[in-house]
Structure formats: structure tokens, C-alpha cells
């Protein structure tokens, strides 16, 4: 005589073989979605540029021509410039080094936030050494010296400091104690035997504001932001502070021209990542980055904004980083300076 099973035992006999079938192909297809998973393009979405400063300062616009670039060469997957202005940077670095290091949030960083900080603050928020892996440098800047041809009747150097020299005081504007402007009007005090009073504004509009008003007699302001002005007859350029002229002032001759040779100084922007960021990621957005400054056009938009484009290797702009903040570092330490 033939049993039929009972229909409990048939259902739990078909779960089983169901789950047992699941199994076998979850294991069999694993290798397959595991490998597909490590070798998922990179990138394959949006990718965020941190940027420590606001709209329309040197770094916005650099940050912006890189963006465009990058997002041409992605295939127009798209390039985020978040900006996060304040405390001279400090609040988009300590952002962009707690990020998620997969290389989808880097930050434009400058000489402050990286070179600058680490000897002007007694506690910051991040180690610009532990904390990022240098990409690739993408444009330095130089400075340029502006005056109000309203206020101050001076049309180079030497003249501004004698006109200075029978004035009360020199007060120079600058964009945020601890900035390259700012410790660069010291440097211009020292090589000059004078002694200037750095006025610190919360932005480029209040600093040039109060150029313009007459509160400060001149300030070191970056080419790309001089130039504008200058071409516009609004401000005038007395020397600028590169080893050669500027493309974007050529008329306008460097410090050393004039007399000045220890005024040779400039600031610059570059691509950093999270520290843990993948080698392979990282070696992508160094090659990446080199051929967008690099390119035919990425170069001469970069440069006709009053930069000098660059486009260095990740060993190559790490050892700018620790070369600036030994310079930068003395000129800290020669003014007593603490930001807190």
C-alpha cells in the first residue's frame, strides 16, 4: 500500500529544497557581483569640492574652471563646488578631513588652511599632514600691491613708502588674520623699514571696501581678484610679488624689478582627499586633474583669470606643503601671531 504524503511534510520538504536552491546560487553568483563591485568605475556619480571660502574669491573661481573640467572629462557626470566660507578655511578643512575617504568629497585647499595654519593656531581641528593626501597643486597666485589712486597719489613702490613715511601710521587691509596676505604685509614692513598695522576684514567686499573708502592705504590681494580693478581703473597695482610678471598685469612690474627681492612670494590652490582615500582613486584624480589644468583650454581659462596653472604630481605638491609651512612658519613665528 502506497502513502501519500502529508501535506504538511510536502510543504516543508518544498521550503527546504527553495532554500536549499537559494543557497547554491547565492554562493555560485557571489564571486561574480563581488568582482563587478571592485571594478565599478571610478567615478559613478557626483563628486563634491569642498571650498573653504565664498563665492567669487580666488579659490571659488579656480575651484569652478577645475569643476568644469573634470565633469567634461567624467562625461559630464557632474562636479559639486560646495562652499564653506569662515574661520579662514578652518571649518571646510575639518569638513572635508572627516569625510568619507572613497574620493567623492575633496577639497580645493590653499596655502592657509594646509601651510599656514599649523603654526598659527595652537589647537586645530585637523593635521593637515595625517589628516589629507596631497592630489595635484592647480594653480599658484601671486600678489599684487593695491592702493586707491583716490587716496594715495603713489604709482610704484618707492614712492608709496615714502608718501607712507610721512603719513600717521601704514595700515594694510587684509582678507583674515592668518592669511598669505596678511603675513605678507609683514614681510613688505620688514623689507621696506617699516612697520605696518594689519586691518582684518571678514571678506574681500568688506576689505576693499575699506580701500576704497580710505580706512587702509593698500592691501595684498591676489592677481586674479587685482586685476579686474585694475584693468577697470578702479585700483592701482604698485608691484607684484611673483618671480616674473603676470599674464594678467602685464604692465605691472614685480617687486624684485623695483628694488625688492625679498618680496617674492604667492600662495597657492590644490586638490586634497580624506588621508584614507584608495592609492588607485587617488592616482585617477592626480592623472585626471594634471589634464584638465594641463589642457589647451583648461590652462588658458585658468590663466586669463589671473593664475599661474600648474598641475603637479601628488609627491610633487605634498613637498610644497611641507616646504611652505617651514617658510610660512618663520614668518609666524617672527610676528608673535596666534589665531586663538
Given amino acids: 500500500m502506497t502513502h501519500e504524503p502529508h501535506p504538511a511534510q510536502s510543504t516543508r520538504r518544498s521550503a527546504l529544497q527553495l532554500a536549499s536552491m537559494a543557497a547554491v546560487l547565492a554562493t555560485s553568483f557571489a564571486p561574480f557581483t563581488g568582482a563587478w563591485a571592485q571594478t565599478a568605475p571610478y567615478p559613478n556619480k557626483p563628486v563634491r569640492i569642498i571650498v573653504g571660502f565664498a563665492a567669487g574669491t580666488g579659490p571659488d573661481i579656480v575651484a569652478r574652471l577645475l569643476a568644469q573640467k573634470l565633469s567634461e572629462g567624467w562625461g559630464n557626470l557632474g562636479v559639486i563646488v560646495d562652499n564653506k566660507p569662515g574661520a579662514g578655511g578652518l571649518i571646510a578643512a575639518s569638513e572635508a578631513a572627516r569625510a568619507t575617504p572613497d574620493g567623492y568629497t575633496l577639497m580645493l585647499g590653499e596655502t592657509g588652511q594646509l601651510s599656514i595654519a599649523p603654526s598659527s593656531y595652537n589647537k586645530l581641528p585637523y593635521d593637515p599632514q595625517k589628516d589629507f593626501a596631497a592630489v595635484s597643486q592647480v594653480v599658484t597666485a601671486d600678489f599684487a600691491l593695491l592702493v586707491n589712486p583716490q587716496k594715495v597719489p603713489a604709482r610704484n613702490v618707492k614712492d608709496f613708502v615714502a608718501w607712507t613715511q610721512q603719513q600717521k601710521g601704514l595700515f594694510l587691509a587684509t582678507f583674515g588674520a592668518g592669511t598669505p596676505g596678511h603675513f605678507g604685509a609683514f614681510m613688505f614692513g620688514e623689507a621696506v623699514k617699516l612697520k605696518p598695522e594689519p586691518v582684518h576684514y571678514k571678506s574681500t567686499a568688506d576689505a576693499l571696501g575699506g580701500l576704497f573708502g580710505g580706512d587702509v592705504q593698500g592691501v595684498f590681494a591676489s592677481v586674479g581678484l587685482a586685476a579686474p580693478n585694475v584693468k577697470a581703473g578702479k585700483l592701482i597695482a604698485l608691484g607684484t610679488t611673483g618671480g616674473t610678471r603676470s599674464n594678467a598685469l602685464p604692465d605691472v612690474p614685480t617687486m624684485k624689478e623695483q628694488g625688492y627681492s625679498g618680496l617674492e612670494f604667492n600662495s597657492w590652490f590644490g586638490i586634497v582627499a580624506p ?37 603637479t604630481t601628488r609627491e610633487e605638491f605634498a613637498r610644497v606643503i611641507a616646504a611652505d609651512a617651514v617658510t610660512w612658519g618663520k614668518a609666524v613665528a617672527a610676528t608673535g601671531f596666534k589665531a586663538d
Avoid: H, N, Y
Avoid at 282 to 301: F, N
Fill in 275 to 311: 588621508s584614507k582615500t584608495p592609492p588607485d582613486i587617488l592616482a585617477r584624480l592626480q592623472a585626471d586633474v594634471i589634464k584638465a589644468v594641463q589642457s589647451a583650454d583648461g590652462k588658458a581659462k585658468l590663466e586669463d583669470a589671473g593664475f599661474r596653472a600648474t598641475g
